[in-house]
């Protein structure tokens, strides 16, 4: 990322928001069985773009 001249990224946790528009449709909702990511592996990813010099919100926790 910092090759493109990016410095900071939030994560946010999957929602299921989108299901409500596929339902009236007859279409089934791919992501509806998928589950939370657990609070470890946002720790983690969270870990990995700090190593490399990126700033990293999870969530609601951002300063913009």
């Keep these: 990322m910092n090759n493109n001249g990016l410095y900071e990224i939030n994560l946010l946790r999957f929602h299921r928001m989108g299901a409500a528009k596929w339902e009236p449709r007859g279409k089934k ?3 509806s069985d998928h589950g939370d990511m657990p609070e470890e592996r946002m720790l ?3 870990e990995r773009y700090l190593n490399n010099d990126i700033a990293c919100y999870i969530g609601e926790d951002t300063p913009f």
């Design 29 to 31: 909702y791919e992501y």
């Design 44 to 46: 983690e990813l969270q």
